[in-house]
Nanobody, 130 residues
Framework: QVQLAESGGGSVQAGGSLRLSCTASGYSYSSNSNYCMAWFRQAPGKEREGIASMNLSGYGTSYADSVKGRFTISQDNAKKTLFLQMNSLKPDDSGMYYC????????????????????WGQGTQVTVSS
């Protein structure tokens, strides 16, 4: 069973930066065992939104238009950690941020749809003030 734990959330002023981390355990990643991992966020009263995804074998990435050019997804395979570097933060970026994972059959771009992912972390809160 894959377990995910997010950290790095907090409060920041508009224009600032934060780096979120997602530490994974309970899986063995290899060239024959590929995973898609992604970051999602959910603001109060809104649906959960996929914002960035990464294919761990091919390093292919995908971003939602709302964060493209400001957020960067990356990984440290040795530490089984996924990162989300968030720059030029806006109040609309506030919400609970979740990481998610799913076994993937092949290299390529990973989806941003939440129903594509099987494993989820508990989330970390990000608050951006104006």
């Amino acid at each position: 069973q894959v377990q995910l734990a997010e950290s790095g959330g907090g409060s920041v002023q508009a224009g600032g930066s934060l780096r979120l981390s997602c530490t994974a355990s309970g899986y063995s990643y290899s060239s024959n065992s590929n995973y898609c991992m992604a970051w999602f966020r959910q603001a109060p009263g809104k649906e959960r939104e996929g914002i960035a995804s990464m294919n761990l074998s091919g390093y292919g990435t995908s971003y939602a238009d709302s964060v493209k050019g400001r957020f960067t997804i990356s990984q440290d395979n040795a530490k089984k950690t996924l990162f989300l570097q968030m720059n030029s933060l806006k109040p609309d970026d506030s919400g609970m941020y979740y990481c998610a994972a799913v076994r993937a059959s092949a290299a390529g771009v990973c989806p941003l749809a939440q129903n594509a992912y099987k494993f989820w972390g508990q989330g970390t809160q990000v608050t951006v003030s104006s």
